[in-house]
Nanobody, 121 residues
C-alpha cells in the first residue's frame, strides 16, 4: 500500500508563503503522477496542481496559476507545493495524491491524510 504523508501546513497571513511537502512510501515513485487537491469546509474537494512522473508536465487550477508551483524530487520520493501570495480563499485542507501510470492526477489512486492551511486576512 502506497502511503502519502503531507507536512508544511500552518497558519499564515495573506500575502505570505508556505511550502507543502508530501513523502511517499511506495515503490516506483517515478511511475506515478503526483498532485494536490484541497477542500475547504462546506465546499467540494477541488484540484490544485499536478505533475507527471518525470516532472516534464505540470497542471494548475486557474485560481492558483502564477502563485503556486508544484515540483518533485524522485530521488527522495517527495512532491512539493510552493504556495506564494496566499489568500484567505486558499484556506483548506490540502491533500497529496498519486495516480499510477498517469500524466496528471485526474483519478487519484492514493490520498494522503491532509494538512491544514489557514490564511488570515
Amino acid at each position: 500500500q502506497v502511503q502519502l504523508v503531507e507536512s508544511g501546513g500552518g497558519l499564515v497571513q495573506a500575502g505570505d508563503s508556505l511550502r507543502l511537502s508530501c513523502a511517499a512510501s511506495g515503490r516506483a515513485f517515478v511511475t506515478y503522477a503526483m498532485g494536490w487537491f484541497r477542500q475547504a469546509p462546506g465546499k467540494e474537494r477541488e484540484f490544485v496542481a499536478s505533475i507527471s512522473g518525470g516532472g516534464a508536465s505540470t497542471y494548475y487550477a486557474d485560481s492558483v496559476k502564477g502563485r503556486f508551483t508544484i515540483s518533485r524530487d524522485n530521488a527522495k520520493n517527495t512532491v512539493y507545493l510552493q504556495m506564494n501570495s496566499l489568500k484567505p480563499e486558499d484556506t483548506a485542507v490540502y491533500y497529496c495524491v498519486a495516480e499510477f501510470k498517469a500524466i496528471a492526477t485526474m483519478d487519484p489512486d492514493y490520498w494522503g491524510q491532509g494538512t491544514q492551511v489557514t490564511v488570515s486576512s
